[in-house]
């Protein structure tokens, strides 16, 4: 190892020692990392969307983006898939058939979250859509 890499090293065991780095569940901001994935229905409304899917991608754009296929034997871009009430619907498609004013709340789940609460196989996230 260089000098340089040993000092990094040095500095970030210091930091997590000594509780500089962000507590767990929160930003580096400091926020609550919740906030930044859940869309409430107050937050809907205020973009003027009648529809779900348009609201989302004013809001959070990147939770809807296509990021290409999601394993070298399948060259297909992968969307993110879309839960409702804790049964799968489909992919981010269906969000365009859906009404804002007929849900409370909207929730984004990573690939790892949405593991450990739907099962394998969301290699680009969930949505989930609590419907009013």
Not at 21 to 40: D, F, I, K, Y
Not at 42 to 63: C, G, M, R
């Amino acid at each position: 190892m260089t000098m340089r890499t040993l000092t990094a090293v040095a500095l970030m065991m210091s930091c997590v020692m000594c509780g500089c780095a962000p507590a767990a569940g929160t930003t580096q901001a400091g926020a609550p990392a919740s906030r930044n994935s859940v869309l409430t229905q107050a937050q809907l409304s205020a973009t003027n969307s009648e529809v779900l899917y348009d609201a989302i991608n004013k809001l959070h754009p990147d939770w809807l983006t296509s990021r290409g296929p999601s394993s070298m034997t399948d060259s297909s871009p992968t969307m993110v898939d879309v839960f409702m009430n804790g049964t799968m619907l489909g992919r981010a498609d269906y969000l365009r058939d859906m009404r804002v004013i007929d849900v409370s709340e909207v929730r984004y789940w990573n690939a790892g979250q949405a593991a450990a609460r739907f099962g394998m196989g969301h290699p680009r996230g969930v949505i989930e859509v609590t419907r009013k």
